[in-house]
């Protein structure tokens, strides 16, 4: 067993109700405030015993009674089975967030991605290119996700994480990111615009990250504003003209859940994200399987409203660090100096 740090889980407290920490065993609760880097006005820093309690062996946390910790009761959609944010203006959780910094006691390694390939083996171009000593251009393609929605900064966005990591790793290289993501696409909107936002650009890697607004429900007659069927033939034609065109390493991003209280939730990420899954095997390119770990995080206990700072399908600051999780994996190991 080995202590390990957790920092920057987010958490949304509603009432008294014990909330679920996304690790049990802690040890140790380090902070508890406004901080990650959110817009509030200054960083709030709560206490232990007066505005919250931890259960250390169950791995929750909760407020106490005259807390000065936001109370999500007073959420405007608060006991609302089904809302739209239109009808609001202003539905998100950002005064609602906190982040946690803590120690627990981890008792076996977890898996973090599931990819053909966990030594970065996929991403053959930047392998080269790392080994030439050359420069990387990265192009971020997407929705608003992509983009960086919501996340409180861009350096707490996914894409700047692992091109962070990727500089930390590889010391001296030069790795541009090229944020071509717009909100509210989808990938029919994305298709469009393929040539001059992404081929003109001859990247060296492309994640792409559609889904989320292609399952939405638009009516009672409309399930989907972009079917299954039509999603698919869109993301493998972006993948074929890459190939084709650039030679570029691809990363296709599973989407994250979407608030199932939100009216335009269709319940049918699962078979976004799977589609995405197939392409990659089967034309053999990295998938960085953001769904799975996201329902991860649901089932160890998390609720949507603590992963979802505008409460409806864009991830907080924590959210982000749980899409670049989905990278990790895909990342080149530095290679072993030769004795």
């Known amino acids: 067993m080995l202590n390990k740090m957790h920092k920057g889980e987010s958490v949304v407290f509603v ?23 959110s817009d509030h006005p200054k960083d709030v820093t709560y206490m232990e015993q007066e505005d919250f309690v931890i259960d250390y062996e169950a791995g929750t946390i909760a407020r106490t009674e005259n807390s000065s910790i936001p109370d999500w009761r007073s959420h405007v959609v608060y006991g609302k089975e089904s809302f739209d944010h239109r009808d609001y203006a202003d539905c ?34 930047v392998r080269a290119k790392i080994a ?5 251009r990265y192009v971020v393609f997407g929705d608003s996700i992509s983009a960086g929605g919501d996340a409180s900064r861009d350096e707490y966005a996914f894409y700047q994480l692992f091109a962070g990591e990727l500089r930390k790793r590889f010391e001296g290289m030069e790795f541009e990111v090229v944020n071509r993501a717009i909100g509210g696409e989808t990938s029919v909107d994305g298709l469009k615009r393929f040539e001059d ?7 060296d890697i492309v994640s792409i990250g559609y889904g989320m607004n292609d399952q939405c429900t638009m009516s009672e007659q409309i399930r989907n504003g972009v079917p299954p069927g039509e999603f698919e033939r869109n993301i493998r034609q ?10 570029a390493d691809i990363i296709l991003v599973t989407p994250c859940e979407s608030n199932p209280q ?7 990420l699962a078979i976004y994200a799977d589609i995405l899954k197939r392409i990659g095997k089967e034309c053999n390119i990295a998938v960085a399987d953001v769904h799975r770990l996201w329902n991860e995080e649901l089932r160890a206990g998390k609720t949507h409203e603590s992963l979802l700072l505008n409460n409806i399908n864009h991830p907080n600051d924590y959210g982000h660090r ?3 999780e989905a990278f990790v994996p895909l990342i080149p190991a530095v290679p072993s100096k030769s004795r």
Request: hydrophobic share 30%; aromatic share 8%; charged share 25%.
């Open 15 to 37: 009432g008294q109700t014990p909330q679920k920490l996304r690790h049990g065993n802690v040890v140790r609760c380090l902070s508890v405030g406004t901080g990650q880097g």
């Open 92 to 125: 998100s959780n950002r005064k609602f967030t906190v982040y946690v910094d803590y120690e627990y006691i981890e008792e076996s390694e977890e898996a973090h991605a599931d990819c053909a390939d966990a030594e970065g083996e996929q991403l053959r171009r």
């Open 132 to 136: 030439a000593g050359e420069n990387i």
């Open 197 to 203: 936002d992404v081929i003109a650009l001859r990247p």
């Open 238 to 247: 972006m993948v074929t003209r890459i190939q084709e065109a650039t030679g």
């Open 262 to 268: 939100w009216k335009h939730s269709s319940g049918d």
């Open 322 to 324: 749980i899409y670049y």
